[in-house]
T-cell receptor
Framework: ETGVTQSPTHLIKTRGQQVTLRCSSQ?????VSWYQQALGQGPQFIFQ???????GRGNFPPRFSGLQFPNYSSELNVNALELDDSALYLC????????????FGPGTRLTVL | QQQVKQSPQSLIVQKGGISIINCAYE??????FPWYQQFPGKGPALLIA?????SEKKEGRFTISFNKSAKQFSLHIMDSQPGDSATYFC????????????FGSGTRLSIRP
């Protein structure tokens, strides 16, 4: 096990709703990255937080937002859900954003109807 | 535009054989090339990684071969075992970041007993 946990495991929402996904990083890991993995595809980088500040963002619209807290937990928020947002959402934590290995959680499966 | 192209999409290998997965990249700024292994219901896990200052890296049965001039790299799994059956992702990042990763589309590997 990686020591990274995510909740909930599965979630069903309808189009237009808002959703919050949660991640608990390994203790001491200052960096958390979020990825979206569509079915049969590789994960796509959404954004990264380092010491509670956004530290880079992929090609995702502003309705994808995040927070990182001092207790090594973090959130991914998605507003105005679209059908294409249906995917596995993965968080990954690491000690540092530069050269350290990142450890992935098991993901949250989001279905948008 | 797919920055990291991976092939084949799926691969079947007999137990004891060599599994080979190939990747090509476009961005010459990439300077970190990891391979991830993902089992069903789990997040990706770092398998092995290479930086462009070496042409090959070996860890146990897993070897990365890297060709900087051709902008290609590959994963070789020697003496493939049924437990190696999983989806494998090549990936790349720049600025020595191990956490803002661009993933390939994945290869589903099945090892026949």
């Amino acid at each position: 096990e990686t020591g990274v946990t995510q909740s909930p495991t599965h979630l069903i929402k309808t189009r237009g709703q808002q959703v919050t996904l949660r991640c608990s990083s390994q203790s001491g890991h200052n960096t958390v990255s979020w990825y979206q993995q569509a079915l049969g595809q590789g994960p796509q980088f959404i954004f990264q937080y380092y010491r509670e500040e956004e530290n880079g963002r992929g090609n995702f619209p502003p309705r994808f937002s995040g927070l990182q807290f001092p207790n090594y937990s973090s959130e991914l928020n998605v507003n105005a859900l679209e059908l294409d947002d249906s995917a596995l959402y993965l968080c990954a934590s690491s000690l540092d954003f530069s050269t350290d290995t990142q450890y992935f959680g098991p993901g949250t499966r989001l279905t948008v109807l | 535009q797919q920055q990291v192209k991976q092939s084949p999409q799926s691969l079947i290998v007999q137990k004891g054989g060599i599994s080979i997965i190939n990747c090509a990249y476009e961005n010459t700024a990439f300077d970190y090339f990891p391979w991830y292994q993902q089992f069903p219901g789990k997040g990706p896990a770092l398998l092995i990684a290479i930086r462009p200052d070496v042409s090959e890296k070996k860890e146990g049965r897993f070897t990365i071969s890297f060709n900087k001039s051709a902008k290609q790299f590959s994963l070789h799994i020697m003496d493939s075992q049924p437990g190696d059956s999983a989806t494998y992702f090549c990936a790349a990042s720049k600025d020595s970041s191990a956490s803002k990763i661009i993933f390939g589309s994945g290869t589903r590997l099945s090892i026949r007993p």
